[in-house]
């Protein structure tokens, strides 16, 4: 089964920073990569499919790339509704899925 | 309105069974694919299980042979039965549409119902 470690596991930021999460592949895949945001108690949200496509509606301070085996996730100026729990999939052997651990991106 | 909503959910005691349910409105679910993700109390998500629209049931090993796919066409419903729960099954269980346009990605979510499996 192919694993994805997802880092970091958690980050803390300031409104108006940058954050880069990373997920890495335990063998390299096609860039079926996707991004989740969840919020406590609620359903996760797809941010971003195939590595780095924009799921329309999310904003465009959200950006995905990657190739192989290592894949990021970036937030630029990050803001209030941003602080939330990350987590990369992968779905090379789709129609499984397999998650990331999950980062947690904390007010600092 | 596109949407999932979970039910079934409760206390069961180990080694007991329960059957959740996942109602879709606003697309055919039996078109897609359809898979139930779960999340241990504290924990990163887990795929368990997908049904794709010709018919065929893949399962995590945690789950295989104990937890099984259905839909009723009928009612745009899935099924998840499962049996000989353990501790482990404890989890808030999400149905989620899984969209080949979107490689894979699980673009529609229920709001999930909570399993708690202990005595």
């Known amino acids: 089964d192919i694993q994805m470690t997802q880092s970091p596991s958690s980050v803390s930021a300031s409104v108006g920073d940058s954050v880069t999460i990373t997920c890495r592949a335990s063998q390299g895949i096609n860039n079926w990569v996707a991004w989740y945001q969840q919020k406590p108690g609620k359903a996760p949200k797809l941010l971003i499919y195939a590595a780095s496509s924009l799921l329309s509606g999310v904003p465009s301070r959200f950006s995905g790339s990657g190739s192989g085996t290592d894949f990021t996730l970036t937030i630029s100026s990050l803001q209030p509704e941003d602080f939330a729990t990350y987590l990369c999939q992968q779905a090379n052997t789709f129609p499984r899925g397999t998650f990331g651990g999950g980062t947690k991106v904390q007010i600092k | 309105e596109v949407q999932l909503v979970e039910s079934g959910g409760g206390l069961v005691q180990p080694g007991g069974s329960l059957r959740l349910s996942c109602a879709a409105s606003?697309?055919?679910?039996?078109?897609?694919?359809m898979s139930w993700v779960r999340q241990a109390p504290g924990k990163g998500l887990e795929w368990v299980s997908v049904l794709s629209a010709g018919g065929t049931t893949i399962s995590a090993d945690s789950v295989k042979d104990r937890f099984t796919l259905s839909r009723d066409n009928s009612k745009n419903t899935l099924y998840l039965q499962m049996n000989s729960l353990n501790a482990e099954d404890t989890a808030v269980y999400y149905c989620a549409r899984a969209l080949v346009e979107f490689s894979g990605g699980f673009d529609i979510w229920g709001q999930g119902t909570v399993v708690t499996v202990s005595s």
């Open positions: 606003g697309f055919t679910l039996s078109s897609n694919y």
